[in-house]
Structure formats: structure tokens, C-alpha cells
């Protein structure tokens, strides 16, 4: 079945390291996305991908980057300059025709301690 | 610039009662609107979505929307809450160009028997 994998589901780390958070999707889709949650915030732009080799920052791209190297894959690495890094990470993928909904995967829960 | 107001962070139903989860949109072009639901630590999940074909958009799960216009609404209801609906639902609305989504803040429901 086609899909949006994300791993770990749940990433522990000690403050001041950097992690990565990967994002495979097997839907064939152009566009990618990373979103930040908290609680009563809602879901937060970090960075999104239209096309290989090409990303653009979102709302709160401060202290994350990305790469896409594969049209399938998105990682994101949330860096020690991310003042405030416990949140949980949700990546999405849309189709290229007309406009459609974006998929979600299932999240990745970090707790920084 | 596009937003969402999601009026009541916390709605609680008795089953069987009418759900109606509020959502008021901001756009300077037609919008593209969005409703989606989240089960606790998964990913997001498409209810329905309104793209500028019929007002009243029936989606999963016996919910459906309507979009009006002069009331820059996009309202989530369902005659009849099951224990299972309780979740946390979002209205999004589709942000300019490249699909990006502006998301609320997210509205929980609770179901009580």
C-alpha cells in the first residue's frame, strides 16, 4: 500500500545534540512538507519541497534543515540552535494535480531532556 | 494573507447529540478548505475538503461541511456523535501557491455516553 512512513515514532535526545527525523513517502508525489505541533498551536510550517534538490523555508524554519535528494525521502534535522526542539513532527505530501488534500504520515515524537 | 479561527478549543457532546465544530476562514482569493481529524499520537487524517464545487461537502465517517461564503465559514457537523469521533480536528485552508496549508488551532472533541 502507498503511504507516508516516519521514523522513529519516538526520538529521545540530550540537549544540544542534533537529530534527524526521516520521511520516506512511496506515493509517487512531487511536494513534501514538515509541520511542527504543539499543544493549542495547531500545525506550523517548517519547510517544504516541490522538486528535487529544491526546498523553501516555512513559517519556522529557524533551527531545522532539510535536504531532498530523492524524490521519496525528506529529512529533517532539528539542530541545537532550535531553542526549543519537544514537539511533534508530522510530515505531508500532495499529488500535482489540481488541488488535492495532503497526506500525512504517522509523526515523530521528540522529547529533548 | 489566508487564516483560520477554529472557535472552541475544547467541545464536549453527549453520544448521539449533534456535532458542530466551528470554523471561520480569511482569504483574499476563493479558498480551498479543509477539515481534518487527528487520533491521539497519529497523523492527520482528511475528513472533506470544499474546492469551490458544491457548498455543502459530505465527507467520511457521516461528517459534512458547509461553506458559505458571506459568513467566511466552513462549519464541521454530524447528526449523531459515536464515542469513536473523539479526536482533535483541524480546519486548514490552502495558502497560495505550492499547496501550502494554513492551519487552526485545532478544536478537541469529547464524547461522554
Known amino acids: 500500500d502507498g503511504g507516508i512512513t516516519q521514523s522513529p515514532k519516538y526520538l529521545f535526545r540530550k540537549e544540544g545534540q542534533n537529530v534527524t527525523l526521516s520521511c520516506e513517502q512511496n506515493l509517487n508525489h512531487d511536494a513534501m512538507y514538515w509541520y511542527r505541533q504543539d499543544p493549542g498551536q495547531g500545525l506550523r510550517l517548517i519547510y517544504y519541497s516541490q522538486i528535487v534538490n529544491d526546498f523553501q523555508k516555512g513559517d519556522i524554519a529557524e533551527g531545522y534543515s532539510v535536504s531532498r535528494e530523492k524524490k521519496e525521502s525528506f529529512p529533517l534535522t532539528v539542530t541545537s540552535a532550535q531553542k526549543n526542539p519537544t514537539a511533534f513532527y508530522l510530515c505531508?505530501?500532495?499529488?500535482?494535480?489540481?488541488?488535492?488534500?495532503?497526506?500525512f504520515g504517522p509523526g515523530t515524537r521528540l522529547t529533548v531532556l | 494573507a489566508q487564516s483560520v479561527t477554529q472557535l472552541g478549543s475544547h467541545v464536549s457532546v453527549s453520544e448521539g447529540a449533534l456535532v458542530l465544530l466551528r470554523c471561520n476562514y480569511s482569504s483574499s482569493v476563493p479558498p480551498y478548505l479543509f477539515w481534518y481529524v487527528q487520533y491521539p499520537n497519529q497523523g492527520l487524517q482528511l475528513l472533506l475538503k470544499y474546492t469551490s464545487a458544491a457548498t455543502l461537502v459530505k465527507g467520511i465517517n457521516g461528517f459534512e461541511a458547509e461553506f458559505k461564503k458571506s459568513e467566511t465559514s466552513f462549519h464541521l457537523t454530524k447528526p449523531s456523535a459515536h464515542m469513536s469521533d473523539a479526536a482533535e480536528y483541524f480546519c486548514a485552508v490552502r495558502s497560495g501557491g505550492y499547496n501550502k496549508l494554513i492551519f487552526g488551532a485545532g478544536t478537541r472533541l469529547a464524547v461522554h455516553p
Open positions: 505531508a505530501s500532495i499529488g500535482d494535480r489540481g488541488f488535492n488534500e495532503q497526506f
